[in-house]
Nanobody
Framework: QVQFAESGGGLVQYVGSLRLSCAASGSISSMYVMGWYRQAPGKQRELVATITSRGSTNYPDSVKGRFTISRDNAKNTLYLQMNSLKPEDTAVYYC????????????????????WGQGTQVTVSS
């Protein structure tokens, strides 16, 4: 059973940068879809970015051009590089993994992922 643990969150100034990591306890090569989601207080969990095993990525307009998702299968780690951070990026960030393409075909329904990390807090000051 693969487990995931996020790290790299913290407090950063407006327009600053952070890189989040999601380390897996086992191989992520079999994870066809991996993604980052975030949830701010009082709001629903929302998609941040996804990446397939072939490297295809998806981003919502809110982060497009600022965030970059990547995966290093050799290190069993998923990354999220966040640049030009804004106060509205403040949230708990979660990594997720899907062993199939269920999440992809569902339009990235959070309920279609097989694994979730515990989350890491990102706070961007204005």
């Amino acid at each position: 059973q693969v487990q995931f643990a996020e790290s790299g969150g913290g407090l950063v100034q407006y327009v600053g940068s952070l890189r989040l990591s999601c380390a897996a306890s086992g191989s992520i090569s079999s994870m066809y879809v991996m993604g980052w989601y975030r949830q701010a207080p009082g709001k629903q969990r929302e998609l941040v970015a996804t990446i397939t095993s072939r490297g295809s990525t998806n981003y919502p307009d809110s982060v497009k051009g600022r965030f970059t998702i990547s995966r290093d299968n050799a290190k069993n780690t998923l990354y999220l590089q966040m640049n030009s951070l804004k106060p509205e990026d403040t949230a708990v960030y979660y990594c997720a993994a899907d062993r199939t393409f269920s999440s992809w075909w569902s339009g990235f329904d959070p309920g279609k992922y097989d694994y979730w990390g515990q989350g890491t807090q990102v706070t961007v000051s204005s």
